[in-house]
C-alpha cells in the first residue's frame, strides 16, 4: 500500500459518528432518517447534473447508507452526496453489494454499464453492483452482520429486477445466494464522480436444470454475456474493454478462486473480515 493510499486510509479510519455528521451536514443521522427509498429533490438546477439522462439523475436522490470504518451505519446519504469525489476525498464511506450470478453450467453472468450511467458508464462488471438503501429491511437493524447481509440481499433482489429484469420469486426459488466477504475500496470515476464502499460480496448460483428471465433495463444495461473463466480472461487481454474497478480487485484477488469452488463454496464464504484495497 503506497504512502498516499495509507493516508487515505488513516483518514478513513479516523472519522468517528459526530466527526461525519459534522462534515458532512447533508448526512441525516440514523434515527432521523426519512425510512425511504429516495429524498426528494429540491427541483434547483445542479450544473454537475447537466446533460445526464432523466432516470439516472432521480436515481442520484437514493439514500444510501453512509458508513464508519468499521462498517456501522451512521445515517442516510444521498447517492449523488456519496459518490462526489470531493466527499469521496474528505473520507465519505459508503455501503455497497456485488452480485456474481452463476448458471447451472458455472457461466457467469456479466454486464456492460449503460451509456446513460453517470459513474462508470459503458464499463463491464460483475451481474449486479448497487447499494443497499437505509430503510429498514436493508439495513441491518440490529447491527449484527447476519441482518446486515440479509439487508444487502434484499436489495440485491430488488437490483437484480431493476437492472437486469429478473423477477424477485424466480431469484428466491430458483438458486441461492452465497456470502463471501466485505471489500473496502475506493476509486474515481470520471471527472466530479467516484466510489467508496464496504462492498458485500455474493455468489447466486442456478439449481441444476434451472434457468432465469432476463431482460435488462436499457437505460441500466448496455448489453450481457455469459462466460467461462477462458472468457472472461480473454475479455480481459482485449485492450478495447473496460471494466469496473472493483470488478478487477474482485476477479485479481477472489473469483478465479472461487470459481473453481462453485460446486462446494462452504470453505470460502462468510468471512467476517473486511478486505482492505486502498
Known sequence: MSTQTSTYADLVHSLEQDDILEKFPEVIPLNNRPNTHSTESSGETDNLLDGYDEEQIRLMNENCIVLDWNDTAIG???????HLMENINQGLLHRAFSVFLFDSDGKLLLQQRATEKITFADLWTNTCCSHPLCVDDELGLNGSLESKIEGARTAAVRK????????????????EFHFLNRIHYMAPSDGAWGEHEIDYIFIYQLRKGETLTVEP???EVRDIAWVSQEELKQMFADGNLKFTPWFKLICDNYLFQWWNQLNDLNKVENDTKIHRMM
Open 76 to 82: 442516510a446519504g444521498t447517492k449523488k452526496l456519496c
Open 160 to 175: 437484480l429486477e431493476h437492472e437486469l429484469g429478473i423477477p424477485p420469486q424466480e431469484v428466491e426459488s430458483k438458486g
Open 217 to 219: 433495463s436499457t437505460n
